[in-house]
């Protein structure tokens, strides 16, 4: 499997995503309870654990204090693999977001982002002031620094307007983030016109990109999600995927065949 620099950090070119860790189902209330109930402390660690023995080197999950204290764990009993910190903000607390990244740079992250919902408020009401403090905390602390999204047009600002060292895309925008940054899972929509919107923009962005959302949270086929990955990843790019490795305990080993299959197994030049 390919192995990316991102920001002087090597990655590998699936990394493993923390939504279902966090019980982010994207679907309905029962599934995002189903991944809680399923990963304990002890299940979460033991997935990390299987996704570096498949060469996957690289952890992409939230800043609280359930993960902290996970990966503290994870790290004391010898797990190796490596944490890009994705920032979030609190529902009563608008300005927490420096206080979680301040932490996962004092825990030892490589690399942390913006969380997607932020930076679509962010983008969707100006304020650029926002962007510009996050970057410069970000490079103050000589970690890889960059930001998440849903919206094509807040991305296509970021390249314009920001030296980042990576752009998390996401594949689809499922619920508007304008008027408030947090998570909802009512209404939510994967539609292919996002998609071929902000394939349209990864074309174009200069850094590395995390294609994040392949699959629409497991709302599209699989192999649909491989073969856009195929099709639109470049040679510097890396795909997050997040596993319930409830429903297959196999999934882990199986994503990384089909993404050597599929991705790395096509040559890419660009």
């Known amino acids: ?6 920001g002087g950090v090597q990655v590998s070119g699936l990394c493993i995503g923390g939504n279902p860790f966090s019980g982010f189902a994207h679907q309905t209330k029962e599934r995002s309870r189903e991944m809680l109930d399923f990963f304990t402390p002890e299940k979460i660690k033991e997935t990390l654990h299987e996704a570096e023995e498949a060469g996957i080197n690289t952890f992409f999950g939230r800043t609280d204090d359930h993960i902290f204290g996970i990966l503290r764990e994870y790290w004391d009993e010898g797990g190796k693999i490596q944490w890009f910190a994705q920032i979030c903000k609190e529902r009563d607390d608008a300005e927490a977001w420096r206080k979680w990244l ?14 997607g919902g932020i930076v679509d408020n962010w983008f969707a009401t100006e304020q650029w002031d926002m962007f510009e403090e996050s970057l410069e905390l ?6 890889a620094a960059g930001y998440a999204g849903h919206m094509f047009g807040a991305h296509a600002w970021i390249r314009d307007h920001l030296d980042v060292d990576f752009q998390m895309c996401s594949y689809y925008n499922p619920t508007d983030r304008s008027l408030s940054p947090h998570h909802s899972d009512e209404g939510e929509k994967w539609e292919d016109v996002d998609r071929e919107a902000m394939l349209e923009v990864i074309a174009t962005v200069p850094t590395p990109v995390v294609h994040y959302k392949v699959f629409a949270a497991g709302n599209r086929p699989i192999l649909d999600g491989f073969e856009h990955m195929r099709d639109n990843m470049r040679a510097g790019d890396v795909a997050l995927v997040g596993m319930f490795t409830k429903d297959d305990p196999e999934m882990i080993r199986k994503n990384v065949d089909l993404f050597e299959e599929y991705v790395d197994g096509v040559a890419v030049t660009a």
């Open 102 to 115: 301040q932490g996962a740079i004092d825990l030892g992250c490589h690399g942390a982002y913006i969380h």
């Open 138 to 143: 970000m490079r103050g602390a000589d970690i």
């Open 1 to 6: 499997m390919r192995i990316v620099p991102i």
